[in-house]
Nanobody, 130 residues
């Protein structure tokens, strides 16, 4: 059974940085995609970033150049390093997992969005104050 447990959320000021972690257990997929998505109160879920198990990454336009997704295979841990944070980054952040690769290798766009992946964690809250 897959389990994803996020941590690292908190409160930061605009322009600050935060690094989220997600420990993944029970993943038996040979090829898989890990991702982050977020949801702010009253808003729809929004994909943030993904990384295929071959290392291919993709980002939402709103976070490109500011956020970096990475995966430590030895620690079974997914990370999201967030810099130059903005108040609009305030949301609950979730990590997610799906079998297969979901980043189009030609155009770098999502064939399936991380908020639609089959497994997800409970989330960690991120608040950015102006």
């Amino acid at each position: 059974q897959v389990q994803l447990v996020e941590s690292g959320g908190g409160s930061v000021q605009s322009g600050g940085s935060l690094k989220l972690s997600c420990v993944v257990s029970g993943n038996t997929f040979r090829n898989y995609c890990l991702g982050w998505f977020r949801q702010a109160p009253g808003k729809e879920r929004e994909g943030v970033a993904t990384i295929d198990s071959d290392g291919t990454t993709a980002y939402a336009d709103s976070v490109k150049g500011r956020f970096t997704i990475s995966h430590d295979n030895a620690k079974n841990t997914l990370y999201l390093e967030m810099t130059i944070m903005k108040p609009e980054d305030t949301a609950m952040y979730y990590c997610s997992l799906e079998q297969g690769w979901w980043v189009d290798k030609h155009n770098g766009r999502w064939d399936k969005r991380p908020e639609d992946f089959g497994d997800r964690g409970q989330g960690t809250q991120v608040t950015v104050s102006s």
